[in-house]
């Protein structure tokens, strides 16, 4: 899958592109969806995960998941700078 962001009417997609539109998260499931094709065409488009409109990530390797409340908060993936010790063995 290759996440491209926001969705645009004027970029071609091609098969395995996911988009956010909206407050859901689409992917192409056709070889080449028609140039200008919407997201609510289903035989273009799927949707993968929908969620309010403050859960859907921006950044690709985020991940959404529910508290205590249910509400939904974002993991983002990030780089830490830790590191495991190098280890020798043996």
Excluded at 22 to 50: C, E, H, L, M, R
Excluded at 53 to 59: P, Q, S
Aim: some cysteine; proline content about 3%; glycine content about 8%.
């Amino acid at each position: 899958m290759n996440f491209k962001g926001n969705f645009d009417v004027a970029e071609q997609y091609y098969r395995n592109d996911m988009v956010k539109h909206g407050n859901a998260v689409y992917i192409a499931i056709i070889d080449k969806p028609t140039f200008g094709t919407q997201t609510s065409d289903t035989a273009a488009w799927t949707v993968i995960g929908s969620w309010s409109g403050t859960a859907v990530t921006e950044n690709a390797g985020d991940l959404v998941y529910r508290d205590e409340k249910q509400s939904g908060k974002t993991s983002p993936c990030e780089d830490t700078g830790q590191r495991q010790a190098d280890r020798s063995y043996p």
